[in-house]
């Protein structure tokens, strides 16, 4: 009685059969997946209601088993069911006996893999190189050919909107390189002010300048053999740009106010979120530089033009914010997912993951919901729905980054926090967009 309570309780289909081929037991599990009531099935004969191709008759399993004392174990197969539906099953077995040791039948369990091989179908369209999952066309592309990049010595310049895994991509670089066990310097040249940037790519000797109490090594010393990744690039100024341009050519440099030579062996990999080629034009950028580190350039595509991988990202983020915050959340209401869809991600992946964060603190149960998203963020993705042949993108993006800043104060570190991206980029918005604030005071 017990042991039949307790195989009710599994959710694998198990049934046993008698040396003459009848059925003698069932499960709940089991009578759900033939579709069968086990009044129906106890005492029949198996290859009446088990349909599988393991239970052919030229190759039962029952008489296989007689004959060689084998037992199966993680076979995949089929089972037909009442309705004539073809599921995919993974069959364990074993002999049967009683308490003097004789053979008496044979158990069979069954679990049910359907999800899991839909699961496997769907993802045969995605593609993923190191820690980068996508089922976009370009991104596909850009991934097939890093492998090849990484191989080679020659400089990478990543262009993309902010958030879309420039750094990333950068990362996934070196780590295939010759170089992967050699360090991996990163630089953001826009949270470094114009006159410490010198010092933090080169170095400086002690008395260079006031505070300069000692010698220091610079990024390019620390990165020697290895790669240093110039995030941001496009921020750096021309003078500092003439120095690096030398470090390229030559792999050489002196420390700020020292005179000997110092060479390294450095790859770079070089970011930024600006047109380059148009701040070339502008004489924002030096053309020769320029020219130098886009031996291989790199375009990535911001998110909204790659929905179909919101929902890959979203799980992502999900299985990493269970086991961080030791939850289990595992959905996504279709609402919520909409909302999602809808929305045109201004700070790109890096606002994707805060967006999931914010909802895994605001959750409660185990299933993401509207409600559990930032309530800008709905309204938002209202506005792009009932607005499909009015407003452009980038007018609905300057008008939801006037909304943040309307609910920030008009404090820009805290609006550019809100909206997934760096202050840089929330300024040059500003700039392209022509945002200005009339009726309230600018805060830093």
Not at 76 to 100: C, H, Q, W
Not at 302 to 311: A, G, T
Not at 416 to 435: N, P, V
């Amino acid at each position: 009685m017990v042991e039949r309570i307790i195989l009710n309780c599994i959710s694998d289909g198990v049934l046993t059969i008698d040396l003459q081929g009848n059925i003698q037991y069932v499960n709940k599990a089991m009578q759900e997946l033939l579709g069968y009531p086990e009044s129906t099935l106890v005492g029949s004969r198996c290859e009446k209601f088990v349909q599988s191709n393991i239970c052919a008759s030229e190759d039962c399993i029952l008489r296989r088993s007689l004959a060689t004392k084998e037992k199966i174990s993680n076979y995949e197969s089929f089972l037909i069911n009442k309705e004539g539906r073809r599921m995919p099953v993974n069959i364990n077995t074993d002999l049967l006996y009683d308490d003097a040791g004789n053979i008496i039948g044979i158990v069979e369990v069954f679990r049910d893999i359907s999800q899991l091989k839909e699961l496997k179908d769907r993802l045969t369209d995605i593609f993923q190189f190191e820690n980068i999952i996508t089922k976009d066309r370009r991104m596909k592309e850009i991934l097939s050919i890093l492998p090849s990049v990484a191989q080679s010595k020659s400089t990478v310049l990543i262009q993309g909107e902010s958030g879309t895994g420039k750094e990333l991509v950068a990362k996934a670089i070196h780590n295939n390189s010759l170089r992967k066990d050699k360090p991996f310097i990163a630089v953001n040249c826009a949270a470094i002010p114009d006159t410490l940037i010198e010092s933090e790519l080169f170095g400086h000797v002690k008395g260079a300048f006031t505070g300069a109490h000692q010698d220091r090594v610079g990024r390019f010393e620390l990165a020697d053999l290895g790669t240093i990744f110039l995030d941001e690039i496009g921020d750096m100024s021309l003078a500092t740009q003439a120095k690096l341009l030398r470090v390229i050519q030559e792999e050489k440099f002196e420390r700020v106010g020292g005179s000997k030579t110092i060479s390294v062996d450095v790859r770079i990999i070089a970011a930024t979120n600006k047109n380059l080629s148009k701040e070339v034009k502008e004489d924002n950028f030096r053309e020769d530089l320029y020219y130098r580190i886009s031996v291989f350039p790199i375009t990535l595509p911001p998110l909204r033009e790659r929905k179909e991988d919101i929902p890959l990202l979203i799980n992502h983020y999900i299985e990493k914010f269970n086991k961080e915050m030791e939850k289990n959340i595992n959905n996504v209401s279709p609402q919520a997912m909409k909302v999602l869809l809808n929305y045109f991600f201004p700070g790109n992946i890096r606002e994707l993951r805060n967006i999931i964060e914010h909802a895994f603190v605001c959750s409660r149960g185990n299933t993401i919901l509207p409600e559990h998203l930032p309530g800008e963020l709905v309204t938002a993705s209202e506005h792009l729905e009932i607005s499909p042949d009015g407003s452009s993108l980038n007018q609905v993006e300057k008008e939801w980054i006037v909304k943040v800043l309307e609910k920030s104060g008009w404090r820009y570190q805290e609006a550019a926090k809100l909206l997934g991206i760096s202050r840089t980029t929330l300024w040059r918005k500003l700039k392209d967009y022509g945002i200005v604030s009339e009726k309230r005071p600018v805060h830093y």
